[in-house]
């Protein structure tokens, strides 16, 4: 046996998603015709700048009051419970998009969606925030201040006519910054 054998990667976490995750509504945290529905939405590249068709975006978030809900139904859309939390995968163009509520602040943060990114390539989901634009609290938000300056913008949605536009750049020069979490994957 002359045949030498070469290591392989680990696994990847997709490009799977659209067999078991995808449920009902998973991406309207409240129904469009809400009265306070603003949508959040944007398009998902990797480190060449093309889209990824692929991908699977989470959304957690506090209600208006920035009160984080903790009950048990997530997956249950009744249009009036709101829990914080939603999936949407990409499209074919890579974009998704969100029907929610405007997060408000909470301990001493400014308003943010928590945003959890699942795509092929990657050996485990990265974590981010998408930060409101329009709002005082940013210049003291502690992990904004944590960042370089020229870093934190990719942490700041954009406002258009219908809510917030949020870009999430894998890799490259306007990577965004993505976040660790003591005792997470891989770290101690």
């Given at each position: 046996?002359?045949?030498?054998?070469?290591?392989?990667?680990?696994?990847?976490?997709?490009?799977?998603f659209?067999?078991?995750?995808?449920?009902?509504?998973?991406?309207?945290?409240?129904?469009?015709?809400?009265?306070?529905?603003?949508?959040?939405?944007?398009?998902?590249?990797?480190?060449?700048?093309?889209?990824?068709?692929?991908?699977?975006?989470?959304?957690?978030?506090?209600?208006?009051?920035?009160?984080?809900?903790?009950?048990?139904?997530?997956?249950?859309?009744?249009?009036?419970?709101?829990?914080?939390?939603?999936?949407?995968?990409?499209?074919?163009?890579g974009?998704y998009?969100?029907?929610?509520?405007?997060?408000?602040?909470?301990?001493?943060?400014?308003?943010?969606?928590?945003?959890?990114?699942?795509?092929?390539?990657?050996?485990?989901?990265?974590?981010?925030?998408?930060?409101?634009?329009?709002?005082?609290?940013l210049?003291?938000?502690?992990?904004?201040g944590?960042?370089?300056?020229?870093r934190?913008?990719?942490?700041?949605?954009?406002?258009?006519?219908?809510?917030?536009?949020?870009?999430?750049?894998?890799?490259?020069?306007?990577?965004?910054?993505?976040?660790?979490?003591p005792?997470?994957?891989?770290?101690?």
């Amino acid at each position: 046996m002359g045949t030498s054998l070469r290591p392989t990667p680990g696994q990847t976490v997709g490009p799977f998603f659209g067999f078991a995750l995808p449920f009902l509504g998973d991406h309207e945290l409240v129904p469009p015709s809400h009265p306070d529905a603003l949508r959040l939405h944007g398009t998902v590249y990797d480190g060449d700048g093309a889209t990824v068709p692929d991908a699977l975006i989470e959304i957690w978030q506090g209600d208006p009051a920035g009160v984080v809900v903790r009950q048990p139904g997530s997956l249950r859309r009744d249009a009036y419970s709101f829990t914080g939390w939603g999936r949407c995968p990409t499209d074919a163009t890579g974009h998704y998009a969100f029907s929610t509520l405007r997060p408000g602040a909470a301990a001493g943060c400014a308003p943010f969606f928590a945003l959890t990114v699942f795509a092929r390539g990657l050996l485990d989901r990265l974590f981010t925030r998408a930060y409101l634009p329009d709002n005082d609290a940013l210049g003291s938000d502690p992990l904004l201040g944590s960042l370089p300056a020229d870093r934190r913008g990719t942490l700041v949605a954009v406002q258009d006519d219908h809510g917030f536009v949020f870009d999430v750049h894998l890799q490259g020069e306007a990577e965004t910054v993505f976040l660790a979490f003591p005792g997470g994957p891989g770290r101690r």
